[in-house]
């Protein structure tokens, strides 16, 4: 089973950015799309960014423009930059696959942006 690994979360005012990273064991990210999801205190876990395996990516409406999924394929590594973070994005990010679960869901970061 794959691993995954989220970090880069954190305590950021309005505005600001972040960059996440999902680290993975194997080489799953050169053979799936790839998601990083949030998860909002009361709500349901939402797809916001992917990655495909030849690379095209896609964004929910709330971060597009101010988000970016990246991906190194050498490194199993998975980013999502995050720029002009607003309150509502406050949330734990993780990230899996999409369409196909790769593996356990990992325990996330946590992303705070204050007003």
């Known amino acids: 089973q794959v691993q995954l690994v989220e970090s880069g979360g954190g305590l950021v005012q309005a505005g600001e950015s972040l960059t996440l990273a999902c680290a993975a064991s194997?080489?799953?990210?050169?053979?799936?799309?790839i998601g990083w999801y949030r998860q909002a205190p009361g709500k349901q876990r939402e797809l916001v960014a992917s990655i495909s395996i030849g690379g095209p990516t896609n964004y929910a409406d709330s971060v597009k423009g101010r988000f970016t999924i990246s991906k190194d394929n050498a490194k199993n590594t998975v980013y999502l930059r995050m720029n002009s973070l607003k309150p509502e994005d406050t949330a734990v990010y993780y990230c899996?696959?999409?369409?196909?679960?790769?593996?356990?869901w990992g325990q996330g970061t946590q992303v705070t942006v204050s007003s």
């Open positions: 899996n696959g999409v369409g196909v679960r790769l593996g356990p």
């Open positions: 194997g080489s799953a990210f050169s053979l799936y799309a």
